[in-house]
């Protein structure tokens, strides 16, 4: 079924008055209002649905007369596609991306309620302000002032806010890409989160890193069998401790660095405009240099296998027959086979593994006329940041629509405090974000949309 604001009909921007262009509402003064009112829509996967959401985001398209369609999956797994016409229709269109969903929080670990979508202290707080409801925000405001005062991008931009992005996207942008390709499947270029962020790395100095690659997802499940008995007996075989060796052995492997020509060119781009002797051939040392980002860089230099789960018995004085473990594993671009490899060999002959998820690496080059506009649209606006490409450690539904053929770029651009750990908040307790980011944030999509 589709409804009103499913499949609303556009009505041009064109017919308004030169007068109410003037007193109309701008992106810089309603951003921060559309996040705190998406923040308030909880999402949390998998408890909740991003139905709701995706109503919410087709109200707001609809509101300045551009049509939309909700898509689901699975009932409630909700996502809107909406299409911005450009005036050049020989130009391949623009994806903008973003995800609805949320992972889960516990209101008691929280200084705010992590829904209530407050602004305290020039931040607005809650659970998705920075992964990743404040680029849905932006991207909604930038594209609702455009509608309102009659601005035309060059190039059609298709607008897609998915579901399911935090359990993997099996639900939201691999559906997509599977059964409704046709969306997408002229664009050439996506943007999307966790990129064009500011890092202080000096007085006045700031990187923006540019995410062009992201590494490969592989949550394994580990299974130990044994036999079964009681607890005050001497056992041999026990499941519980052959799993447990298995986990400590992968909890405790160092992966070789392995430096990827993003990782490179990160390194060697830090090294120039700090003066820093930063080796790109050795390059744990920079991580100083870096601050709290040295946690998300340092990820991108090697793979990565971390145990996030135990499971095993039903009782105190019963041996179990079986146990289970999760394991996160992150792979680099070209270095997956080594991964699975060395899991194989660290679990040892009585342990066996499984997929849960698994998804692949991207990477793409830091060129192009996309890179240019959005480096130029970041030096507009702070004459000193230095745009610089980077390997995400996380993964993001580029993975999904990078199935097209499409070149994805986190690029969801904020101008940061120094002193605020913004990695630390992804998925984490107090998640937040200075309004004058946002801000920023949207006076630098503006000035990227009309020139990509």
């Known amino acids: 079924m589709t409804s009103a604001a499913e499949q609303s ?82 130009r391949p269109p623009l994806l903008i991306h973003g995800h609805l969903d949320v992972v889960p929080a516990d209101a008691s670990e929280w200084t705010v309620d992590p829904f209530a979508g407050e602004i305290s202290d020039d931040y607005v707080w809650g659970r998705g302000a920075v992964d990743m409801k404040d680029m849905d925000a932006m991207t909604l405001a930038v594209i609702r002032e455009w509608a309102r005062t009659g601005v035309q991008p060059e190039r059609d931009i298709v607008l897609a806010f998915v ?38 790395v000096g007085a006045d100095l700031r990187l923006y890193p540019l995410q062009t690659a992201e590494k490969g997802i592989g949550w394994l499940k580990l299974r130990a069998e044994g036999r079964p008995g009681h607890g005050s007996m001497i056992h041999g075989h026990n499941a519980v401790t052959e799993l447990a060796k298995a986990v400590s052995r992968i909890g405790q492997h160092e992966f070789p660095i392995h430096v990827t020509p993003t990782v490179r060119q990160f390194l060697t781009t830090l090294g120039e405009v700090t003066g820093l ?33 135990l499971q095993a018995g039903y009782k105190a004085n019963v041996i179990p027959s079986s146990a289970e473990a999760t394991i996160d ?48 649209a970041l030096k507009a606006e702070d004459p000193n940041g230095v745009p610089v490409p980077y390997l ?31 990695s630390s908040l992804f998925h984490g307790i107090d998640e937040r974000v200075p309004v004058s980011a946002l801000q920023f944030g949207v006076r630098v999509l503006d000035r990227f949309l009309r020139s990509c």
Request: glycine fraction near 8%; proline fraction near 7%; aromatic fraction near 6%.
């Open 9 to 90: 009909q556009s009505q041009s921007p064109q017919s308004q008055s030169p007068q109410s262009r003037q007193n109309t509402v701008t992106a810089a003064d309603e951003v921060a209002t559309l996040l705190t009112e998406l923040i308030r829509i909880n999402t949390s996967n998998p408890t909740h649905v991003e139905r709701p959401a995706a109503e919410w985001v087709a109200e707001k398209l609809d509101e300045v007369g551009i049509a939309s369609t909700i898509l689901e999956a699975a009932p409630g797994r909700a996502s809107t596609i909406a299409r911005v016409t450009g005036s050049n229709p020989d």
């Open 163 to 200: 579901s399911d992005e935090e359990a993997g996207g099996k639900q939201g942008a691999h559906w997509l890409v599977d059964n409704h390709p046709d969306y997408f499947a002229d664009c050439t270029e996506a943007i999307s989160e966790v990129g064009g962020f500011s890092v202080t």
């Open 277 to 309: 002797p930063i080796d790109p051939d050795d390059p744990e040392p920079a991580l100083k240099h870096l601050g709290a980002m040295a946690r998300m860089i340092g990820a991108s230099l090697r793979n990565t296998a971390n145990p996030t789960m």
């Open 329 to 376: 594993t992150r792979f680099l671009p070209g270095y997956e086979s080594e991964l699975f490899d060395t899991i194989d060999e660290l679990i040892g002959e009585h342990v066996s593994r499984e997929f849960i998820t698994k998804d692949i690496a991207v990477e793409t080059g830091f060129d192009g006329a996309v890179v240019d506009a959005m480096a130029a």
């Open 392 to 422: 995400m450690s996380g993964g993001t539904d580029a993975k999904s629509f990078s199935l097209l053929g499409i070149r994805n770029f986190g690029f969801s651009p904020l101008l940061l405090p120094p002193e605020l750990d913004f």
